[in-house]
């Protein structure tokens, strides 16, 4: 406050500041409400209110008010980072980097800033300037456990989880006095790097304890399910796993959970990736439509294929939702709601493409493998749970087998890969001829075999009921967790790897198989 601001708005200020300090945020709402009409140009009052604002939740009123005091002091380190951690809870990740790095610019060692800075860049893939940021951050508050968190992360996110296990290993000390928030965030992440190393137990018991100390811990809750469902305790993993879904729907109000339908419409809404949907869209199945009617909100691409299914009444776009329904319900809710387990999982092929119109490659041999070795990109830096390979780890399958036709079954890839593979014999390169995922389907239905790394070309393939075989990194995910088989779809076999990022493995295994398989 400057010199000049009067006697009567100092005492309110001191008075909302009082509120604020006892976190009587509606109260200091009031009264710095009051400062801002009286003296616009304060801007501790503009700061001051935009936090009480996003203490109390509302975090557009927050972001009026925080932009309000950036603007009437833009050289302040605190107006910045107000700002930036405003933007990082309203989800725009790429404003709160921008103005977490205005204000460590002013202030270099401002620790705050650089923490959750470090946290985004990680999160961003950003993952040098990350480890950069947060080891500044280290050295200025070694015994953080936040930041010590933040950079166990980093090194989960890159392959190293036993150095993230040394890293956190001392903050579970019980000599070590704690918050129960912070034994959470600590406990949640000694159970990632426990998933991670494949260490199941062990992992369940730091979920646990993360629930323990804070029982509405969203992702702890996830992870834990996610630990259940490999583990095959559908019931209780389906219950935990309803967790993920604290971002409510605007639907919310009509959420369906299994009353009969009785001639009423619902609206079953996809969620997550392409092969999350394709292996759960069988569940519709065994709704009891009861004269109801079912619809399905998913991605465009997937409008064509799921058009055909039986069960479903009608598809539409996700992005562009126009039918009228009763009741609501996200697709991955439907096993809880359904009680899913293993004696209730139908094995039977439930996706029927239409016949391939025209086909795009020629049959020039008669055993025919569909090929893919790259999916999206997730976890490309951490050898234990990247899923993709790239064509040179598979191509010895290729020059073993040159009298098998291999159909190159990904969407692109780049220059090199394209001039390694045009002039094999053996190859008939679909990549960019695939279109929508119906057509795909369709073209896959002509194959004999698919291997494929986790993709949705795997489910795809899984759910038309054709020889499936998976290559899988050292730690798959929960769904793949079984020993050379899947309850989920019984014509695929799964080829994991036993040491982190060494394709190698797998693939001598699937070329020494293919010997009893190709005639």
């Known amino acids: 406050m400057n010199d000049g601001t009067p006697k009567d708005v100092i005492s309110i200020f001191e008075q909302a500041h009082s509120y604020q300090e006892n976190e009587n945020w509606a109260d200091a709402i009031i009264l710095y409400t009051n400062i801002v009409k009286l003296n616009p140009s304060m801007m501790e009052a503009h700061h001051n209110l935009a936090i009480c604002f996003r203490k109390n939740g509302n975090l557009q009123y927050a972001l009026r008010y925080a932009q309000t005091a950036q603007k009437l002091n833009k050289n302040s380190s605190q107006t910045n980072f107000s700002l930036a951690i405003i933007y990082e809870k309203l989800n725009l990740p790429i404003k709160a980097i921008k103005y977490y790095k205005k204000a460590i610019k002013i202030s270099s060692d401002y620790f705050e800033a650089l923490n959750n800075l470090g946290r985004l860049l990680e999160r961003d893939g950003q993952l040098e300037d990350a480890i950069e940021i947060l ?16 950079i166990a992360n980093y090194y989960i996110e890159t392959g190293k989880p036993h150095k993230a296990n040394t890293l956190l290993e001392p903050f579970l000390d019980k000599k070590i006095k704690l918050s129960e928030d912070i034994l959470a965030i600590v406990s949640n992440t000694m159970g990632v790097i426990s998933m991670v190393l494949g260490n199941l137990s062990r992992a369940l018991l730091f979920f646990q304890s993360a629930i323990q100390y804070s029982p509405n811990f969203a992702e702890a809750h996830e992870n834990l399910a996610l630990i259940l469902l490999a ?17 409510k729907s605007e639907y919310e109000e009509k959420r369906w959970q299994g009353e009969p339908l009785k001639n009423k419409t619902l609206l079953v809404y996809t969620e997550q990736g392409y092969g999350d949907i394709i292996q759960f869209i069988r569940l519709i199945s065994q709704i009891d439509k009861n004269g109801g009617n079912i619809f399905l909100a998913c991605p465009k691409p997937l409008i064509g294929l799921l058009n055909n299914h039986s069960d479903i009444d009608g598809v539409t776009n996700i992005n562009d939702i126009t039918i009228t329904f009763d009741y609501f319900v996200p697709l991955l809710s439907l096993p809880n709601i359904l009680k899913i387990n293993l004696s209730n999982i139908d094995g039977k092929p439930y996706i029927f493409p239409k016949p391939a119109i025209a086909k795009l490659y020629r049959a020039k041999i008669e055993y025919k493998i569909g090929l893919t070795w790259s999916g999206r990109t997730q976890n490309q830096n951490d050898p234990y749970r990247n899923r993709s390979c790239c064509v040179f780890d598979i191509i010895p399958i290729i020059e073993q087998y040159i009298d098998t036709n291999f159909i190159i079954l990904q969407h692109k890839y780049n220059q090199d890969v394209h001039n390694f593979l045009k002039d094999r014999s053996n190859i008939s390169d679909l990549s960019g001829k695939l279109g929508d995922i119906e057509q795909t389907a369709s073209i896959i239905s002509d194959c004999d075999l698919i291997i494929s790394v986790d993709t949705y070309m795997a489910h795809l393939a899984g759910a038309m009921g054709i020889a499936t075989w998976v290559i899988l990194p050292f730690t798959p995910n929960w769904r793949w967790l079984g020993n050379q088989t899947t309850r989920w779809y ?20 699937i070329i020494k198989e293919l010997k009893d398989l190709i005639p």
């Open 490 to 509: 019984p014509e695929t076999k799964l080829f994991r790897q036993k040491s982190p990022g060494i394709w190698a493995e797998p693939v001598n295994r």
């Open 231 to 247: 583990k095959l305790e559908y019931s209780k993993g389906w219950e935990e796993y309803e967790w993920r879904s604290q971002n």
């Open 135 to 150: 080891k500044h951050a280290k050295s200025i508050k070694p015994d953080s456990p936040s930041v010590n968190v933040n």
